[in-house]
């Protein structure tokens, strides 16, 4: 996978991101999404912390959440959702389209990985209108390693997701078909609005 192909899909995904946010009525940035108890807001305010934070402060901040990392993302989340402004949090996403932050280790994958995935937390949450390009979806899918599936800890034992718009698949089972972007949202332990999945072992990861 070309490393400029995928930067340039960044700069896409946050683009096309900030198109859809900047359309939103007020009331929409308080519409849940696929993370717990996250709104469009905190879910934008989560995004963006890394072009607002320093490595510095972001490293007090894991201090103070004890060395918790989800713990200091939901804390620095809802603490900057309830301070900026839509206009602001959109402001952050806007100005930094092209910025160059990946996760520690994750590279410009896992930058990519990481605004398509809480990208989909919010459209398919809040049941807007969005589909992120095949595409794009592949470059994810294709760039996940056992170690990343592993890490939202998704029992997929037993079930075959299957893409119905990509020549692609994942274990063996019971048939699991939907978008590649809903299967890549399985993946990542979130369970989706009715209707989104098709096969056997659809009720099994729907809400």
């Given at each position: 996978?070309?490393?400029?192909?995928?930067?340039?899909?960044?700069?896409?995904?946050?683009?096309?991101?900030?198109?859809?946010?900047?359309?939103?009525?007020?009331?929409?940035?308080?519409?849940?999404?696929?993370?717990?108890?996250?709104?469009?807001?905190?879910?934008?305010?989560?995004?963006?912390?890394?072009?607002?934070?320093?490595?510095?402060?972001?490293?007090?901040?894991?201090?103070?959440?004890?060395?918790?990392?989800?713990?200091?993302?939901?804390?620095?989340?809802?603490?900057?959702?309830?301070?900026?402004?839509?206009?602001?949090?959109?402001?952050?996403?806007?100005?930094?389209?092209?910025?160059?932050?990946?996760?520690?280790?994750?590279?410009?994958?896992?930058?990519?990985?990481?605004?398509?995935?809480?990208?989909?937390?919010?459209?398919?949450?809040?049941?807007?209108?969005?589909?992120?390009?095949?595409?794009?979806?592949?470059?994810?899918?294709?760039?996940?390693?056992?170690?990343?599936i592993a890490f939202f800890g998704?029992?997929?034992?037993?079930?075959?997701?299957?893409?119905?718009?990509?020549?692609?698949?994942?274990?063996?089972?019971?048939?699991?078909?939907?978008?590649?972007?809903?299967?890549?949202?399985?993946?990542?332990?979130?369970?989706?609005?009715?209707?989104?999945?098709?096969?056997?072992?659809?009720?099994?990861?729907?809400?």
């Open positions: 996978m070309n490393e400029d192909d995928v930067r340039a899909a960044v700069v896409a995904e946050r683009g096309e991101q900030a198109d859809l946010l900047a359309s939103l009525r007020p009331e929409q940035w308080d519409a849940p999404t696929l993370c717990d108890n996250w709104r469009v807001r905190e879910v934008v305010a989560h995004t963006t912390m890394p072009f607002r934070t320093s490595l510095g402060r972001t490293l007090l901040e894991l201090a103070k959440a004890r060395g918790n990392f989800n713990r200091m993302a939901d804390q620095c989340a809802r603490r900057d959702a309830a301070k900026l402004s839509p206009e602001k949090l959109l402001a952050s996403l806007r100005d930094n389209v092209a910025h160059p932050w990946a996760p520690p280790g994750g590279g410009v994958h896992g930058a990519l990985s990481h605004d398509v995935i809480h990208g989909l937390d919010i459209t398919v949450g809040a049941g807007l209108n969005r589909q992120v390009p095949p595409e794009r979806v592949a470059m994810v899918l294709t760039g996940m390693r056992p170690k990343n998704t029992d997929l034992a037993g079930v075959s997701l299957q893409a119905t718009d990509l020549d692609w698949s994942h274990g063996t089972g019971t048939p699991l078909r939907g978008l590649a972007q809903d299967l890549l949202l399985v993946l990542c332990g979130r369970r989706l609005p009715p209707g989104r999945l098709e096969g056997e072992a659809a009720p099994r990861f729907s809400q």
